[in-house]
């Protein structure tokens, strides 16, 4: 996830310090707090004007100062970062990092820093292949040192070979899988069901509900760009499959449902049901398309295996996250559905409202924690509410780790 994390752009002395201005626009535009630190050099092929405009923050140069809270520049920069970039990243830069010379506020800066780094070197094919420079990048790779590039072509000194900066859509695209990496819900393995069940009456005709599959995918997509292995288990909805993915399950019936969820369980940290699971399905489907007889017609129903009460049951389990579909009662019959599942969380919402819950865009609901806890989410994208959800699981995430 870029919005909202902090990137340290560590701008140095060559003719592709201009391509930095669209790298650090790039992630300004993806919703990152970019802060740039320009060497000397790197000053006299763009100006820190230039990135103070593109980010919105202050640059800074080659001195080594104080900031507002007293705090040395190079240690609360370092620090407060999620992330590192040096582009373009010069031979001098690489070799002042491989041997631990710091004697400039960048250099100085990715001795206290500590990975994700990343960095793209930029510079002659000649100097690049030289075996300095390779020993130099050898040394920051097996240090955790991430680089992207260089690229073949023509180079601004008029060779043509390898040390060309990476397209800054690449380096973007590579410090968005660092962030991810890094994320709150790194590491974490989260299975997430979306979309309705369909219930056979025959071969033709199904029992199913209004889900669209727009809330679960959309907490799919966020535990992804938070860092998280995501299992997606969907029941039969219009959406493409989200990029990103540890596995995609297409399943039609509750039944289905249930088997792969409980199939793929293991290991994982979180099953959050979005999923509008049918209660009850037809006992005996018809083998052939029924056919009109009687004014009337009966439908024996049986009841499908619920799949989070299956799940609360066990006694190592996941962190339960449910969902509430009412049109009543919404927080005591949520707080019931929460306790009886044995849910760690339950997110209920009003489906007889107009324009939220199901098959809409925007959702409001209200988040209930077991132990008693109720936030309200007031109307918003379902994919704003992805992510109100999953901040709550981080914490619950994060307390039951320690
Ligand atoms: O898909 P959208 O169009 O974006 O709409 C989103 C949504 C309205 C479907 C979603 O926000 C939502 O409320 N999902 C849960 C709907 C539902 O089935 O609620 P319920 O109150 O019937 O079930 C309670 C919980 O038990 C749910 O987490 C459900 O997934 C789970 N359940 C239900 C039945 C069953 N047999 N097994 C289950 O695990």
Redesign the pocket.
Known sequence: MVKGRRVLLGVTGSIAAYKAVEIARGLVKKGALVQTVMTASACRFVTPLTFAAVTGQPVFTNEIDFTENGEMSHISLAAQSDLVIVAPATANIIGKAAGGIADDLLSTLLLVARPPILMAPAMNCRMYEHPAVQKNIETLRTRGIEMEGPCSGDLACGEEGSGRMADPSDIIARAEAMLAQSGDLAGRIIMV???PTREPLDPVRFISN???????YAIAEAAVRRGARVILVSGPVSLPQPSGLEAYDTVTT?AEMHDAVMGRLGGADALI?????S?YSPDQPAAKKIKKQDDTLAVTLQK?????AEVGKRRKRPLLI?????TENLEKNARE?CRS?KLDLI?A?D?SKPGI????DD?EALLLSASGDATPLPRMS?SRMADAILDKIAILLQSTRS
């Open positions: 069901t979306a979309g209004r889900s669209s599959g727009k809330m679960g509750a049901m979005a999923a509008a699971v209660d499908n295996p619920d799949i989070l449910g969902f509430a579909a009412e559905k599942k997110v919402n489906v819950g199901f098959d809409s959702n379902k």
